[in-house]
């Protein structure tokens, strides 16, 4: 087994969850190298300890303390974790074998629970191209849709297989070190943190690296626990609209960032538009019903109106243009 590092994204403050994460690293059949712990400026360590972890700080930044911790990771493989996982013995050993083996360049686990559960809001993803049950490529995990949404499939999670995926939760992922610090997720980070909530910065960060040419999957049978803190979230007081206005602003960029703007053929960036359009029509028409339902209470039209108005806005600004040359 190849060494390893683990890089931990934490406030602190996740107590009892935040130990089984380190009852489950402490418990590994193989063990890491380093494992690095980063903490945003002005927050104290967790009480729970491995005994040999190493405590970094940055500035608050859900992105930031992703990056911060390639800074104190010097082995080929690195582990991404948040304080709210548990998992088995094997799990590590599991999600390391494609990378040894040189199929993939980063993997995870599977977490449906991220999926769409209740008919309405399968019905609603599938119709406004938001997101959607896979039917014709059941071979990946998930697949990014020309509307900027993605598609999604299940499966038997004892079964031995990989899928290659184009999106994961960032929960928990490994990945070649090189390849990580090749992504300059920092480039990213201004946009998706313009508005503090970096909403759908896992979504990025995959399509990123499959768009560089690398590839990345889910080890079926890599089961673990995602405990779900949400201490982000209490923290920082995100409400509903503010979370809504920046995954719709979101979308908005990484759309024409990552799928519109790297299409040269010109037939194809036509479809782009196209289902871009539909996706917009249609959620429109979405959030209105919503809306109407609510009698009025229901702030997702208007954050839809301006999320997408300020990434349109966005893409069009000199600083966007910066962007991109940076990240070539």
């Known amino acids: 087994m190849s060494d390893y ?10 107590g009892k969850k935040y130990q089984k994460l380190l009852d489950s690293i402490k418990n590994s059949s193989v063990s890491p190298i380093k494992v690095i712990v980063v903490l945003p400026e002005g927050y104290d360590p967790p009480k729970e300890r491995l005994g040999y972890e190493t405590f970094v700080y940055c500035a608050k930044s859900m992105i930031g303390q992703r990056i911060e911790a390639l800074k104190y990771i010097d082995t080929e493989y690195t582990l991404f974790f948040d304080d709210d996982i548990e998992f088995q013995p094997d799990f590590i050993g599991k999600l390391l074998s494609p ?10 686990g ?29 071979d990946y995990y998930v697949k990014i849709l020309r509307s900027g949404g993605w598609s999604y499939h299940t499966f038997d999670t004892t079964e031995d297989r990989y899928y290659p995926t184009e999106s994961f939760a960032w929960t928990c992922f490994a990945i070649r070190t090189d390849v990580m610090s090749d992504l300059h997720m920092e480039v990213e980070q201004k946009w998706l943190e313009r508005f503090e909530y970096a909403n759908g910065d896992d979504r990025v960060m995959a399509y990123k690296l499959i768009k560089k040419g690398y590839r990345a999957c889910v080890v079926a049978n890599a089961t673990y626990i995602h405990n779900d803190a949400k201490t982000a979230i209490s923290e920082n007081k995100i409400k509903e609209y503010q979370s809504r206005f920046c995954m719709y602003y979101m979308h908005s960029v ?20 196209v289902c871009f359009s539909y996706w917009k029509c249609s959620m429109i028409v979405y959030c209105m019903i919503k809306f109407i339902l609510s009698g009025g209470k229901d702030k997702r039209l208007v954050a839809f109106i301006e999320g997408t108005r300020e990434g349109k806005c966005f893409v069009r600004s000199n600083e966007y243009k910066k962007l991109d040359c940076s990240s070539d």
Do not use: Q, Y
């Open 110 to 138: 599977p977490l449906f629970s991220f999926f769409p559960h209740s008919i309405a809001g399968k019905i609603a993803g599938t119709l406004t191209a938001s997101v959607s049950f896979s039917l014709f490529r059941r």
């Open 99 to 108: 990378l040894e083996k040189g199929l993939f360049d980063c993997s995870t």
């Open 254 to 273: 990484f759309w024409h960032r990552f799928i519109h703007i790297p299409e040269k053929r010109v037939l194809f960036r036509a479809m782009n538009r």
């Open 5 to 14: 590092s683990i890089a931990i994204r934490t406030l602190g403050k996740a």
